[in-house]
Nanobody
């Protein structure tokens, strides 16, 4: 069965850090760009970052730029999402998603994704 599984969420204090992981099962991530999305309570899902299939290109939402870092290890079919200087506004369910691409870009458009994980909850609170 083809699936993406996120892990690493939890409760953290403001100013703290978390590292999320996204692992692929049943398929290789080599041909897929990966995006991280989040959905806060009462809000629409938003794209926060993406990485091209070879890791050469990344993009970030303005709200997380300079604080979050996306990376990938295709050999392990895993994408990492390092989140630093967390604020209560970062509280959300975080999802990873895979998009089959032929080029070397990535996109933070949820409509273009082929596979989705079930999400992991990140709560930033004192």
């Amino acid at each position: 069965q083809l699936q993406l599984v996120e892990s690493g969420g939890g409760l953290v204090q403001p100013g703290g850090s978390l590292r999320l992981s996204c692992a692929a099962y049943g398929f290789s991530l080599d041909a897929y760009a990966i995006g991280w999305f989040r959905q806060a309570p009462g809000k629409e899902r938003e794209g926060v970052s993406c990485i091209s299939k070879d890791g050469s290109s990344t993009d970030y939402a303005d709200s997380v730029k300079g604080r979050f870092t996306i990376s990938r290890d295709n050999g392990k079919s895993t994408v990492l999402f390092e989140m630093n200087s967390l604020t209560p506004e970062d509280t959300a369910v975080y999802y990873c998603a895979a998009q089959y691409v032929k080029g070397w870009n990535c996109f933070m458009d949820s409509n273009g994704m082929d596979y989705w994980g079930r999400g992991t909850l990140v709560t930033v609170s004192s």
